[in-house]
């Protein structure tokens, strides 16, 4: 493939990101990333967090390209980087597969004359309004108005779907996804910033909260944080006094309302980026009619052409927890095509010796470092230096000009040596960034790493004490001491080394369990999928067809057939796990397969238990043979069933069991499910009448359009509340339904043939397995991730992940996705063979212990146990698994024995420092 | 903990808590010049400072 | 006692307050140099103990952060 490489007139390699060259640019631009809410120089940083932390000069605004004048930035450079002579450059690359993941473009309300978003000051984007809450954003997150007084709003409304399920005024029929959830999270967020006297209001359609706790969130925006909601489509928005607006809206109860907002956020869809479907077309590959990427719900990471995935928002709208599950998705199904050159092009490093400080008393090497003008401007450094050298234990100091260049590191490492020096401090800047760099150096001088502490005097000191140079100093200096102090008592730490057994174990035969184990399986892994049922499929196999239509039957045939086909995967159905011991990388499972026990050792496993669907206890469930769940009615349309082919009304009732007090989660499939039920009634026989009693409709991205098809085709929906919930009545047996019409308000009798309840996913709740990988549920009894958003297919305790209905409901397209999620996750262990762990872990001292078990119960990460009763050696005391310690300390200060340490960060070293901060000069 | 450093005669002004999200560079800054602030009204910490003959 | 700056041992959760305060260096925002920061990698690692050695060693505060 081709690629060209802008210039970024930088040479990275020698930038070192100090900012002198942006104080001193002369040209002042509006800033892309803050949404021109303020103001950057030609020469930046797109923000705070960018990687490469590498400055960028824009072609289109420097003087110095545009006109050839000016230079400032290159001459004021301490490190040479600016190069203004770079060009364009093309580059080749042989790879074996691509994957897509070019995002979306914010909806531009520009074009909107009803919104006036071009004219109204007060009317914002929620990209704007985002950056505006954001603390390190234009504002520092205090919320002003974009008018002229640049007032604190007291009176902000939110009106969703501007550029989303609307085919008048743009071509967007799909539901962006994100936007009901995010204008929630702003208003929730606005409101703790600003307290109690701003009033929020949030205008829109059908409220879609449909991800995982989203609606417990929305219920405390409207109980808890006061948010109101109006459901009415806002049609113009007007000036008015002071720059505020006037809304013109009709209430539910038909009411015509003005009302005065004095700001308004237009919650913008998402939408294709013109740039992304330009290029789709020149790879050809297929983009939906909303050109999105057009993707198969059994393959949802593959792209039409072979070798091409996608991830993120290009594939359809999507949240962040989606994307990063498909992502991981995207990543293994290229796995799946490359595993034959895994490791081929891998380089060893070369291991330097390690050098035994053991007995040595310490020398510690100061080094200071003036990061050019960057800590040298307001510290005095050689006076540090010099300070440094009156320290105990400090056997040489000096200053460099950059520590971090490559021929400084160089001269450290030769002065490790040649001073025979067994500690390094480095003043400078922070350790976040550098410290992994300067702990390669004492590796690569033949020092443990871990005998290695930084100051920073850069971030904590010189840019912060700018106008106090003196103190600044002071300060320095006792950051050193505090450090040097620290590094006296530093040991050289051992990371364990751990051997990864290269078998997976799959738990849950459904449609999830079984993405991973293929996925594991064709990228050359031994896998084992353990399932309760005698066949495998899961709920898949009570399901007619997806919503984009493909038939599920036929689609779980194939995908069973190359399951069992694959030489890798072994089925063991029939089976139930009664025993799970041991921890990453070695895991040792007790299996009851057909009545036989059996023993399997695996390095990781993977959590598809799935779930199933309640059994309605309302609506006369289980009174008539006409009343019956969604799965149901798919099985009788799957059988052709002939009360269903003699039916001439049908009625759906949704929300059976979800967003209910004591079930306050939205199931997210059955909206869809109903809509495409509802379709195909209506195909079958299109006279049959069909309605859909609901509470929001939640056909979330392109299933939008599944929504509009079925009003097109005549299906009725009516919407309840939760507190006027539809009555279901046998009139000589006669099955009639009645409730409130919400746009006539007028009670509404139903009679019909068939009622199908929509009832909520429950998880399989199955405590025993929790317990035996450690592993956390929450109250509805899905399992917690390691994190919502970033962490969504994996959990905290290392070695294990999750995915499917499991994690929490969803369709088929997304359980596929999160089961080969679960799959590249794992493998990002097993690829590797031998784990490293970090050297900072708790350790106990079993002479000291009490046996008391607060560790044990507190450890997020399952570190701590007992050791066994019947061992030779400490019985019943506590234990760390340095593998899976993180190192956080809670253990250590929670330990009532004071029998835990925290190599690196031990109470000596903290006293130390402590101590070493206090003293007097 | 500020009882405990009460009950032993330091002022409760001599220890702050607080949570600050690493994006929060301007809350940081903000309860640093709080702490600062306080803690300069208070004058040196004398009371609980250990007492030993210190040699010069 | 004009000149007397107050010393303030600060203990910063490496992946918050820690992270807020290179932040703050980062955006060059300036404020006062009292503060001594002892970087602990979470502030569960915090224990009483450290917090009365530093006032017993002469400091005039102490700032847990997370």
Known sequence: MDLIQHPRYIDETKCIACGACEEKCPKKVIDPYNIGLAKRKSIYVEYAQAVPLKYAIDPESCIMLKKGKCGACQKLCPVDAIDFDQKETSVKLEVGAVILAPGFKPFDPKRFDNYQYAKLPNVVTSMEFERLLSASGPTQGHISRKSKDHGDPKKIAWLQCVGSRDMNRCDNPYCSSVCCMYALKEAVIAKEHAGDDLECAIFFMDMRTHGKDFERYYDAAREKHGIRFERTKVHTINPAANDNLEMRYIKESGESISEIFDMVVLSVGLEANPAVTDLAKKINIDLTDNQFCNTNSFSPVATSRPGIFVCGAFQGPKDIPQSVVDSSAAAAAAGEILSTARNSLTKVEEKIPEKNISGERPRVGVFVCKCGINIAGVVDVPAVAEYATTLPYVEYAADNLYSCSQDTQKTMAELVKEKNLNRVVVAACTPKTHEPLFQETLTSAGLNKYLFEMANIRNHDSWVHKNNPDLATEKAKDLVRAAVSKAVLAEPLKESELTVNQTALVIGGGISGMAAAQSLALQGYKTHIVERDDQLGGQARNILQTAKGENVSENLQAMTAGIESNSNITIHLNTTIDDVQGFVGNFKSKINENGSEKSLEHGVAIIATGGHALVPEEYLYGQDPRIMTSLELDRKMINNDPDVAKAQTAVFIQCVGSREPNRPYCSRVCCTHTVDSALELKKRKPEMSVFVLYRDIRTYGERELLYREAREAGVIFIRFGLENKPQVNLEKKQLCITLTDHILNRPVRIETDLLTLASSILPARDEKLAVFFKVPVNEDGFYIERHAKLGPSEFATDGVFLCGLAHYPKPIDESIAQGKAAASRAITLLARETIFTSGQVAETNPAMCSQCGVCVSLCPYSAPDFIPGDARMNAGKAQINPVLCKGCGLCVASCRSGAIHLKGFDNDQIFAQIFAINMVN | ?56 | ?66
């Open chain 2, 1 to 56: 903990m500020k009882n405990l450093l009460e009950l032993m005669g330091v002022e409760p002004d001599r220890i702050h808590f607080s949570w600050i999200s690493s994006a929060e560079s301007t809350k940081f800054v903000q309860v640093v010049n709080e702490i600062a602030e306080k803690v300069k009204a208070l004058g040196p910490n004398r009371h609980f400072v250990k007492q030993e003959a210190k040699v010069a």
């Open chain 3, 1 to 66: 006692m004009t000149d007397w700056e107050p010393k303030i041992v600060s203990f910063l959760c490496n992946w918050c307050s820690y992270g807020a305060a290179d932040l703050a260096g980062v955006s060059r925002m300036q404020y006062p140099a009292n503060i001594r920061v002892v970087r602990i990698p979470c502030t569960g690692r915090m224990s009483p103990k450290f917090a009365l050695a530093a006032l017993r060693e002469g400091a005039d505060a102490v700032w847990v952060s997370g």
